[in-house]
């Protein structure tokens, strides 16, 4: 009977381990908030892919807010807590990106953010319109972070740092 006992505590210690690995720090999800995703983008910016934009303070979450020139009040963010990522892209004006947790995690060294545009599937137009998606992450997390990686479609990684 003791050996039994013992298989089973060593099973439920070895399932513990395995399920608390899996999740949260030594994953690449990071814990974000979705503040704004809004058909808008900056004026004049010419030839771009992405526009990336990191905020950590509130003069400057206000100047890029105004910068990507957004309908709604600023926010109240609590900017002791959390930094702001601006990313700026277009997309099919029929198939507009939803960006939920599985689009967005953090690279194994903490240097980066990874967002991949989940794919389109139907009749797409192939025009431009604006997107811009605002999270909010935790300071924290965001202190080493450069740049962004988007993921298109394809599978194709283009590296944008902050600006």
């Not at 050996?3 to 070895?14: A, C, E, R, S």
């Not at 930094?83 to 980066?112: A, Q, R, T, V």
């Not at 965001?142 to 479609?153: D, F, P, R």
Request: hydrophobic content about 35%; some cysteine; charged content about 25%.
């Amino acid at each position: 009977m003791k050996n039994y006992n013992t298989v089973i505590i060593f099973t439920v210690l070895i399932l513990f381990f395995i399920l608390g690995c899996s999740e949260g720090k030594g994953s690449n999800q990071i814990e974000y908030g979705l503040i704004a995703s809004e058909k808008t983008l900056p004026e004049s910016v010419g030839d771009f892919n992405y526009i990336i934009r990191k905020s950590n303070n509130k003069s400057g979450f206000e100047e890029t807010w105004n910068f990507y020139r957004f309908d709604k009040d600023l926010p109240n963010i609590d900017l002791a807590l959390k930094d702001i990522i601006f990313i700026g892209l277009e997309e099919s004006s029929n198939c507009p990106y939803e960006i939920n947790k599985e689009n967005i995690g953090i690279s194994s060294n903490n240097k980066e953010i990874k967002v991949t545009l989940p794919k389109q599937y139907g009749a797409c137009f192939t025009d431009a319109t604006p997107r811009t998606i605002v999270i909010e992450i935790d300071k924290v997390a965001s202190k080493n972070i450069k740049h962004v990686v988007i993921v298109n479609e394809n599978g194709e990684e283009t590296s944008v740092p902050y600006k």
